[in-house]
């Protein structure tokens, strides 16, 4: 079992970065893939990127490709989400999570969720 909680999430200008930190519990996190979902009001959740369970692999949703970098660092339990040249459609409460179950984009196979946390992008 594992237990996330995201943070830095804030306000942010359009082009601007802000950088989300995972925090993880569990001596197998490493065991994990992980990934980031965004949920925009009145939408659904949505994949961002995920990360296989050494860190070497990675996979984007289209629209974010070039501007965001999914990172993990196994010995701090941690994962990572660097965002730049933001716009105002990248604001959403953005979720980290976790699966045993491979490098997907599909929620399902994701079983541990954080809380969230909100960024928000002015224009």
């Known amino acids: 079992q594992v237990q996330l909680v995201e943070s830095g999430g804030g306000l942010v200008q359009a082009g601007g970065s802000l950088r989300l930190s995972c925090a993880a519990s569990?001596?197998?996190?490493?065991?994990?893939?992980v990934a980031w979902f965004r949920q925009a009001p009145g939408k659904e959740r949505a994949f961002v990127a995920a990360?296989?369970?050494?860190?070497?692999?990675?996979y984007y949703t289209n629209s974010v490709k070039g501007r965001f970098t999914i990172s993990r660092d196994n010995a701090q339990n941690t994962v990572y989400l660097q965002m730049n040249s933001l716009k105002p459609e990248d604001t959403a409460v953005y979720y980290c999570?976790?699966?045993?179950?491979?490098?997907?984009?599909?929620?399902?196979?994701?079983?541990?969720w954080g809380q969230g946390t909100q960024v928000t992008v002015s224009s």
């Open positions: 999570a976790a699966s045993q179950k491979g490098l997907t984009s599909d929620i399902s196979y994701y079983d541990y």
């Open positions: 569990g001596r197998t996190f490493s065991t994990y893939y």
């Open positions: 990360l296989i369970k050494s860190g070497d692999r990675t």
